[in-house]
Antibody, heavy 119, light 110 residues
Framework: QVQLVQSGDEVKKPGASVKLSCKAP????????IIWVRQAPGQGLEWMGW?????????YAQRVQDRVTLTKDSSTSSTIYLEMRGLRFDDTAIYYC???????????WGQGTRVTVSS | QSALIQPASVSESPGQSITISCAGT?????????VSWYQQHPGKAPKLVIY???DRPAGVSSRFSGSKSGNTASLTISGLQAEDEATYYC??????????FGGGTKVTVL
């Protein structure tokens, strides 16, 4: 049973960058898709992007596509990264990764990483 | 504003049934069988309860069922239990935005 473990909480200043990780201990991503979803305080789920671990193809939500990059660690093949640049106050949220069956459905989910953007 | 429209809240007594609607368009729900539903308890990560419109993952109670008609998907929970109290999100593949979520429906068991 695959489990996704995400990196620890982050506090950043506006304009800074953050890089979050999503790891599957003991599992090698080869044919999966990984999505990232965020949830602002008291709000719903917002899809941010998707990466194919097979060919590294990516898709991004229009709202964040200029500031977000998804990558796969080529050395371990078990870690996916989300990097976000130019952080704004409204990027404050819990960021989740999840394994995708293509872009159809997502399971399991990581435990989430809280990112706080504060001056 | 979310791309898929769900009621903000639904309340019902234990043992009863509820149905949560999720309204989309022909570009997402109406044009795709990739509709899924997620259950989220406070402070927890979402959990898949329905995928591909009607299928249930192993370990999910048979009290959960999904359906679709036109541009609207639905999640039905029968025999409501206290543990079902959570927020439920629908999700669909979209040929415009790729993946879209509903705004979430908070289910309260009275």
């Amino acid at each position: 049973q695959v489990q996704l473990v995400q990196s620890g909480d982050e506090v950043k200043k506006p304009g800074a960058s953050v890089k979050l990780s999503c790891k599957a201990p003991g599992y090698t991503f080869t044919r999966d898709g990984i999505i990232w979803v965020r949830q602002a305080p008291g709000q719903g789920l917002e899809w941010m992007g998707w990466i194919s671990t097979k060919n590294h193809n990516t898709k991004y939500a229009q709202r964040v596509q200029d500031r977000v990059t998804l990558t796969k660690d080529s050395s371990t093949s078990s870690t996916i990264y989300l990097e976000m640049r130019g952080l704004r106050f409204d990027d404050t949220a819990i960021y989740y990764c999840a394994r995708g069956r293509g872009l159809s459905w997502f399971d399991p989910w990581g435990q989430g990483t809280r990112v706080t953007v504060s001056s | 504003q979310s791309a898929l429209i769900q009621p903000a809240s639904v309340s019902e007594s234990p043992g009863q049934s509820i149905t949560i609607s999720c309204a989309g368009t022909g570009s997402d729900i109406g044009g795709s069988d990739s509709v899924s539903w997620y259950q989220q308890h406070p402070g927890k990560a979402p959990k898949l309860v329905i995928y591909d419109v009607i299928d249930r993952p192993a370990g999910v109670s048979s009290r959960f069922s999904g359906s679709k008609s036109g541009n609207t998907a639905s999640l039905t929970i029968s025999g409501l239990q206290a543990e079902d109290e959570a927020t439920y999100y629908c999700c669909s593949y979209s040929n415009i935005a790729t993946v879209v979520f509903g705004g979430g429906t908070k289910v309260t068991v009275l």
